[in-house]
């Protein structure tokens, strides 16, 4: 039987790895890396380098493959269409991967940005691939240090305020449904449209990074209407500069009292 492992690699720090991780990559006889192209060639580099770190003496082999494109500029009604169509075309991929490039009873591995659980597809597509009945296998599943806790610890923080939720979204979302009622902290990933500044008139403070874990990480922190016009113009040079750009922020309030 073949087996693969869904590594969390962390938010992009080596040291984020956790010790079962180690453990899982020391294991594999097969990395799958999907190449983002070369905007994000350091991505593949970052992973190629924590490899280098923890893999050990023991042989393996790298299989590069190119990731699909995803539309990302569909209206909200194309939205559920457009990632469904990239998750059947990712799924093929992955799926020739598996069954061209790893023998029965060898075990592959997918590194994971961040934690396999959080906005991430790696688990749904392997599901996927199981369903259609072609190429058999299992899997196993690695937690990692999300951007999320990777972001609160960089600002020295905590996620909710005492007895308080808090809510992780995306940016499309929080821009559709407004800021929730029934939280306080409001954590939000992939959002590419900036929308914070949609709020940057209430009494909100934010916590925000780029490129959380990695040397080029940029944090930015206080009141939203005094540092909204600082993210912007810090992330707009931080994209021109690196063709791309992976920010995560907290929204926090205070909670009304009485």
């Given at each position: 039987m073949r087996k693969i492992l869904v590594i969390g690699i962390g938010a992009g720090d080596p040291d984020h790895l956790t010790l079962q991780a180690v453990k899982a990559i020391t294991s594999a006889d097969v990395f799958f890396i999907l190449d983002k192209g070369q905007e994000k060639d350091d991505?593949?580099?970052l992973r190629r380098h924590i490899l280098a770190l923890h893999a050990g003496q023991r042989p393996y082999r790298l299989v590069d493959a190119r990731d699909p494109d995803r539309d990302r500029t569909a209206p909200t009604p194309g939205y559920g269409p457009a990632?469904?169509?990239?998750?059947?075309?990712?799924?093929?991929?992955?799926?020739?991967?598996?069954?061209?490039e790893l023998a029965e009873g060898e075990c592959g591995?997918?590194?994971v940005w961040g934690d396999p659980a959080l906005y991430d597809s790696t688990i749904g597509i392997l599901e996927d691939?199981?369903?259609?009945?072609?190429?058999?296998?299992d899997f196993e599943v690695v937690p990692g240090v999300s951007s999320v806790s990777?972001?609160?610890?960089?600002h020295r923080t905590g996620l909710n305020q005492v007895g308080r939720p808090v809510r992780i979204t995306t940016g499309r979302r929080l821009s559709e449904e407004g800021f929730p009622e029934d939280a306080d902290d409001v954590v939000v990933m992939l959002d590419a449209h900036r929308t914070y500044l949609r709020f940057r008139d209430e009494d909100l403070h934010i916590y925000w990074g780029a490129y959380v874990g990695t040397p080029d990480e940029i944090l930015v922190s206080g009141r939203l209407p005094e540092v909204a016009d600082e993210i912007t113009a810090v992330r707009a040079e931080a994209r021109d500069r690196?063709?791309?750009?992976?920010?995560?922020?907290?929204?926090?309030?205070?909670p009304k009292q009485g």
């Open positions: 991505l593949v580099a990632v469904g169509d990239w998750r059947r075309r990712r799924a093929d991929v992955c799926e020739r991967l598996i069954r061209d591995a997918f590194l691939i199981l369903a259609r009945g072609e190429v058999s296998f990777a972001l609160a610890a960089r690196k063709g791309w750009i992976m920010d995560t922020y907290l929204l926090r309030r205070k």
